[in-house]
């Protein structure tokens, strides 16, 4: 699954720390979802979404979308 992550925490900018803070994850775990070794959980994906004001597709692609 690829993301926006990265382009939304730039417009904001934010480190992975500080967005791992607001979100309750570890910046470690907002690494593994940039570079895509880890699809965040649903609720996990909708807390990121919210956060940046966007709809959980438009911040997450699966493959078969692209």
Known sequence: MQSILPS???ERG???AALAQ???VSRQTINSIEV???DPSLPLAIR????FD???EEVFVLP???
């Not at 990121?48 to 956060?51: G, M, P, T």
């Open 48 to 51: 990121i979404a919210r956060y």
């Open 36 to 38: 895509g070794r880890y």
């Open 64 to 66: 078969e979308d692209e």
């Open 54 to 56: 966007r709809t959980v």
């Open 14 to 16: 934010l480190s992975q």
């Open 8 to 10: 939304l925490r730039a």
């Open 22 to 24: 607001a979100l309750g």
